[in-house]
């Protein structure tokens, strides 16, 4: 219905306007995108507009799924319901709620999240992941599964000091 697109399928339903100046044509069970500008500016938005609507479709018929590693000597996360509580090494646990439509699951290692919005659960991830981001001399904190994190030389004990 104009610029507004909903996507039904297995995990639930989708729905999200469109950026103006895109057109969405149903042919025969497949969705195509057209623009009226061939410019720089109209292709950016076909190419938004295809993958958004492209990624609706992807999370409701398998959904998303984000995995954040915890790394740190008492660093642990637990999940009740809608809450996730992390120990991260401050002086008190942290609570996040967790939007509705994410789920979470919590092993030894880590955290891994669900979601048939990726947008949505792109941003949880990154939410989670600022409580303690991963520190550069050791590692620890939390980090996404594919993560390289660049590490730093720490000091060096034999420079300095009394003679």
């Not at 919005?117 to 001399?137: N, S």
């Not at 030389?153 to 034999?158: E, F, H, R, S, Y």
């Amino acid at each position: 219905q104009g610029l507004e697109v909903s996507v039904t399928g297995p995990k639930g339903s989708l729905s999200r306007r469109l950026p103006a100046g895109v057109s969405v044509i149903l042919d025969n069970g497949a969705v195509r995108l057209e623009t009226g500008d061939d410019g720089r500016s109209g292709r950016a938005i076909w190419g938004l507009a295809r993958t958004l609507v492209n990624n609706m479709v992807v999370g409701v018929s398998t959904g998303f799924r984000r995995r954040l590693l915890i790394e740190g000597v008492g660093y642990k996360a637990e999940a009740a319901g809608a809450i996730l509580t992390l120990s991260l090494g401050y002086s008190q646990p942290v609570s996040y709620s967790l939007p509705a439509g994410v789920k979470a699951v919590v092993d030894k290692s880590g955290i891994t999240l669900e979601a048939m919005d990726k947008e949505l659960l792109g941003e949880t991830a990154a939410r989670i992941r600022a409580v303690r981001g991963p520190e550069p001399y050791k590692g620890k904190g939390v980090r996404y599964e594919a993560e390289y994190i660049a590490r730093k030389v720490g000091k060096t004990g034999g420079k300095g000091g009394k003679k």
